[in-house]
């Protein structure tokens, strides 16, 4: 769940543009926005003009069998420790996505990383690093040229200058050559994926919602230019109703479909898009089944996206494991957590002591693509696939521990078919458990959407990043899910360092302090989430192993902050797993590293709000009603103010707050 990043970070280079018409794409011209992309334009020391080369002589240009023109980027490196960048100034607009590219070959390109690749990286105004998009790379031999691409998350409001790296994964060696580098702005279909708040899509008589996004980056009309109109079609193939929009945001088309006026059977919705002109712009469709009674489930979800198990509400909150032990599940049995998600395989036996200590187990089959990194060596190609999912899924479907199967870490979307199939088998093959995911690609989540019954990300930001960074990524996990999908979002617990491959890397890091782990937990409940795997348990445990006593953390210390935190959320499972309705969103004021969710319980209204700045702020929320007192259950007593209707909260740094109102 790690992912590479660039680590040696010198100041950004003066933000120059050459931009080059390539094709017209999502309603405007794209552009080449690399500088000198194919190394052709020459300085008189012979080096490629606004490249910057890093130092050492690693990086030359080179003549030998370019992909494209006269001449390419060469790299040479017999020394692991040496780590060194080429990189270009690019001006991108904040908010914008961007696909890139470069053309790789590569000769005898050594180490335990990806290879040779190419990156964006985007700095602050300070020069600080704050993010960036990192496709895997080419290693080995690979004579012919090879494609390497990306497409970024959106690019953060503060960046103040970003670039494009050419380079080799760190502690690695050998050669490799690039060439023809594009980056670009990426637009998306003004039409995605679609869905229904209903699970599997399976339905009731009675409303249902229908969602399709709605991408309008890159176009030159707006939201109220937009007009759509939704088509039911029964499985005879005859049109039983079309539905005007209910809502058009930013982010979705809404839909509410009467089903009701649905007799039983299957149905397809098929959503068309027009721009201001009238002409058709996109479409996107989704099954629906309209039942009279729902199937029962073992573990399903509800319309408000709870887990439910057994028919009771079930929040999970767990942590990523390696294998599973006894000794392991005795002290983790006594802790707040309620599952655990193992990498690695567990048997029956090791199922059995996890359900008599009352724990969960979420199995994974992530690894059952052929091809992919960790792939099991009886799955040689695709048509293996399915029989190993068959062969696992019905050994271990009737236990009682099962809650959930994991199918996809971060596979790239080049993997959508083969996802949206697995997701299908499982379907077929168990529907008594649904489907999980987890992806670093943040911005994408919707072009998932047919390979996952809940979703997750994992924002590991510290010490990197802001600690927002796991409030925005909840945000544009939920949007990307079109809020009708569960979320359950796998906040950081470890530290970097862990993964560090260096002395001086590893000492550079540190993990989250209870603070900063406790705000990011929050984060994610009050945008959305419904349950959080924390990444990881064993990593704790490693960090409590390195050989260096400068960066060595004793587990316990770690263990006792990860449970305080733990702890804190499960004292909330009662108002987080309410069904009872909150009733109407109240007017909001509040800066966007503040966020919130309103539930209820009892006959109480809930406020759940955390701030995701290391700074104070304060919001204002103007209900529509008037209660008759207030109470801080979580969060600093003094910092909730209420007037009738009016609640003003008063957050200290990264804070989360839990305020009950009174009717």
């Known amino acids: 769940m790690t992912r590479p990043t660039t680590a040696s970070r010198g100041p950004c280079l003066p933000v120059l543009l050459v931009a080059i018409a390539l094709s017209v794409t999502g309603g405007e011209t794209a552009v080449n926005l690399a ?47 040496r780590y060194v960048l080429c990189s270009a100034p690019l001006e991108l607009s904040p908010g914008r996505c961007y696909e890139f590219e470069a053309w790789v070959r590569t000769r005898d390109v050594q180490g335990k990383d990806s290879g040779a690749t190419i990156c964006l990286e985007w700095s602050d105004a300070q020069g600080k690093y704050i993010g960036g998009s990192y496709p895997p790379g080419v290693k080995g031999t690979e004579d012919s040229w090879t494609r390497v691409r990306g497409i970024s998350p959106p690019v953060p409001e503060n960046a103040a200058s970003c670039r494009v790296i050419c380079y080799v994964r760190k502690n690695m060696t050998g050669v490799a050559w690039w060439d023809d580098v594009v980056v670009r702005p990426y637009f998306p279909p003004l039409l995605g994926n679609m869905a229904t708040d209903c699970y599997r899509n399976v339905a009731l008589p009675g409303p249902i919602r229908v969602r399709a996004a709605l991408n309008l980056a890159g176009y030159k009309f707006g939201v109220g230019d937009v007009r759509a109109v939704l088509t039911v079609t029964g499985a005879d193939g005859k049109v039983r109703s079309r539905v005007q929009p209910a809502d058009i945001t930013d982010d979705w088309i809404e839909f509410v479909v009467d089903g009701a006026k649905l007799s039983p059977g299957q149905y397809t919705l098929e959503s068309r898009v027009l721009g201001p002109a009238g002409k058709a712009r996109g479409n996107a469709r989704c099954e629906l089944r309209r039942v009279k009674e729902l199937p029962r489930r073992r573990v399903t979800f509800d319309r408000r996206q709870r887990l439910l198990v057994d028919g009771k509400p079930f929040f999970p909150l767990g942590t990523y494991w390696s294998g599973i032990s006894i000794k392991d599940l005795d002290l983790y049995a006594q802790s707040p957590f309620n599952c655990l998600m193992p990498y690695g395989k567990p048997t029956r036996g090791q199922l059995d002591q996890a359900e008599a200590r009352g724990l969960k187990v979420i199995f994974s089959i992530k690894d059952y693509y052929a091809g992919s990194r960790w792939c099991p060596p009886n799955i040689r190609t695709a048509d293996d696939e399915r029989p190993a999912v068959e062969k696992t899924v019905r050994r271990f479907r009737d236990h009682p521990a099962l809650l959930a199967w994991y199918l996809n870490d971060e596979l790239p979307p080049s993997y959508m078919d083969r996802l949206t199939a697995h997701r299908r088998w499982v379907e077929e093959l168990d529907p008594d458990h649904p489907a999980w995911i987890v992806l670093y690609q943040f911005s994408r989540v919707n072009e998932y959407l047919s390979s996952f019954d809940v979703i997750g990300t994992d924002p590991y930001p510290i010490p990197r990043l802001p600690v927002r960074t796991a409030l925005d990524w909840t945000r544009a996990t939920v949007r990307g899910a079109l809020g009708l999908k569960p979320v359950w979002m796998v906040p950081q617990i470890f ?69 305080a935190m733990a ?55 103007r209900f529509h009603r008037d209660f008759s007192a207030v109470q801080v259950q979580l969060g600093t007593a003094a910092g909730a103010v209420f007037d009738g209707r009016e609640l003003c909260v008063s957050f200290l740094p990264l804070e989360p707050m839990v305020v009950r109102l009174l009717p």
Request: net charge positive.
């Open 35 to 81: 500088p000198n992309p194919g190394f052709e334009e020459i300085t008189p020391k012979g080096w490629a003009r606004q490249w910057a080369p890093g130092a050492s002589g690693v990086f030359s240009v080179s003549t030998k069998a370019p992909h494209g023109g006269r001449r390419c980027l060469r790299f040479e490196n017999s020394d692991s420790t």
């Open 495 to 563: 530290d970097h360092a862990s993964y560090a491959k260096t002395p001086e890397d590893r000492k550079k890091s540190r993990p989250p302090t209870l603070e900063e782990m406790r705000s990011m937990a929050w984060q994610c409940i009050a945008a959305g989430a419904n349950g959080l795997i924390f990444y990881s348990w064993f990593d704790l445990w490693r960090m409590d192993k390195l050989e260096s006593p400068a960066v060595r953390q004793p587990f316990i210390e770690r263990w006792k902050d990860v449970t």
């Open 567 to 621: 702890a804190e959320i499960r004292r909330f499972f009662p108002v987080l797993l309410s069904a009872d309705d909150p009733g109407p969103a109240p007017r909001v004021e509040a800066p966007p590293t503040v966020a919130w969710r309103l539930y209820a319980r009892n006959g109480a209204t809930f406020v759940v709000a955390v701030n995701a700045a290391t700074e104070p702020a304060a919001a204002r929320f």
